[in-house]
Every structure is written in C-alpha cells, then in structure tokens.
C-alpha cells in the first residue's frame, strides 16, 4: 500500500529556503508512469500545485513560483524533496506531497501534508 | 494560470443532492478531460473523489457523479449524508504538465 511522508522544519524565516522531503513507501519512485508532485494550502484557503517530477526525473512548475523551486528526487532513499526559495509571510502554508500516475492525471495518494511557518 | 471559480459555499438536506460547479477556460477545462475533484474535511489531507471528469475510483459511493459542459465541469452529489459535509475542491490539467486548482466550496448538509 502507498504511503506518503512529509518531513522538514516547521518554523522558516523570511528570505530563507524552505526544504521538505516526501518519503515514499510501498512503491517504487522510478517507476514509470508515475509522476510525484508537490501541493500547498495557505491557512484557511484553498489548494495550490507547487510542482512535479516524473519518474525519469523531469520537473515541472507552476508558472507563478518557477523562478523559486526545485524539486528533486532521491531514488536510493525513496524519497523526493522541494526546495522554495527567498521565501515570505505568504509561503506558509500545509504542504502535501502527492502522487499522480501519468502527467495529466489526478493526485490519486497524498501524504497527510506539513505546516511550515514563514516568520520574520 | 488563474484558478479555476467555484462557488464558495453549497448545502442541502440528507437526502437531497447538491452540485457544485467548476468554471475554467479554454486552456484548462475546456480543452481537457482531465478534471478531478477531491473531497477535504477539516485537517485531512484531500481525497480523490472523481477522475477524468467523471470516473470514480474504487470506494468512491456512486452518490458522486461529475459531469463538463464547455467551459465548466460539476459534481454532483446525491443522496446527502452527513459524511459528506466537507470542503470540496476541482483540478484540471492546463497542458505542459500543469495543473490548476478550484477556489474550493464548504458543503454543508444541513
């Protein structure tokens, strides 16, 4: 069975990166068609794609935080990882990792998502 | 990329049926039938309810339904039980290997 883990600080300061870590468990990471993606949800408000990898290690971003993200993956841990960069007040949020099998497809398994607050 | 509208709120008594709608553009929605929906309740993580418009995975009741026109993609959910009360929010796919999310509705069965 899927699992999805979120892992990484809870507390970032303003004009810092932010680095979490998704652990994959009950699949492979490299395996094709599987895409893994990266999704946040400020408090209170609604959900936002960050960004995906493909199983060939192909990264996509959402045209609004291209210029701040990177996301890569680790396949010897079975884990992949976003880093956001020069980030501010408005990058706090639950950040969930997900999976989705092919590069137009749902988010079919989420992890149960992080909160990492921006302070100043 | 703009978020795809929803409605803010939706309700309806158990039994009845509530349909809450998705409206896109020609660049998302209407050129895709790669529209999701996913079901949130508070402090959960989302959940897959629909795929390709209108396909459920398994476990899904067959309450939900989803369905697009155009521009605008809708679910519908029938039979309202409690369990169902919950945020509800709609994807498309928006080509590249994008995706863009609906601004989210508060079902409510009253």
């Known amino acids: 069975q899927l699992q999805l883990q979120e892992s990484g600080p809870g507390l970032v300061k303003s004009s810092e990166t932010l680095s979490l870590t998704c652990t994959v468990s009950?699949?492979?990471?490299?395996?094709?068609?599987?895409?893994w993606a990266w999704i946040r949800q400020p408090p209170g408000k609604g959900l936002e794609w960050i960004g995906s990898?493909?199983?060939?290690?192909?990264?996509y971003y959402n045209p609004s935080l291209k210029s701040r993200v990177i996301i890569s993956v680790d396949t010897s841990k079975k884990q992949f990882s976003l880093k956001l960069s020069s980030v501010t007040a408005t990058d706090t949020a639950v950040y969930y990792c997900?999976?989705?099998?092919?590069?137009?497809?749902?988010?079919?398994?989420w992890g149960q998502g992080t909160l990492v607050t921006v302070s100043s | 990329q703009s978020a795809l509208t929803q409605p803010p709120s939706a309700s309806g008594s158990p039994g009845q049926s509530v349909t809450i709608s998705c409206t896109g553009t020609?660049?998302?929605?209407?050129?895709?039938?790669?529209v999701s929906w996913y079901q949130q309740h508070p402090g959960k993580a989302p959940k897959l309810m629909l795929y390709?418009?209108?396909k459920r995975p398994p476990g899904v009741p067959d309450r939900f339904s989803g369905s697009k026109s155009g521009n605008t993609a809708s679910l519908t959910v029938s039979g309202l039980q409690a369990e169902d009360e919950a945020d509800y929010y709609c994807?498309?796919?928006?080509?590249?290997?994008?995706?863009?999310f609906g601004t989210g509705t508060k079902v409510t069965v009253l």
């Open positions: 994807t498309s796919y928006a080509g590249r290997t994008t995706y863009v």
């Open positions: 009950g699949a492979s990471i490299n395996s094709n068609p599987y895409y």
């Open positions: 990898i493909s199983y060939s290690g192909s990264t």
């Open positions: 390709e418009v209108s």
């Open positions: 020609n660049s998302d929605v209407g050129t895709y039938n790669y």
């Open positions: 997900a999976r989705h099998p092919g590069s137009a497809s749902e988010f079919e398994s």
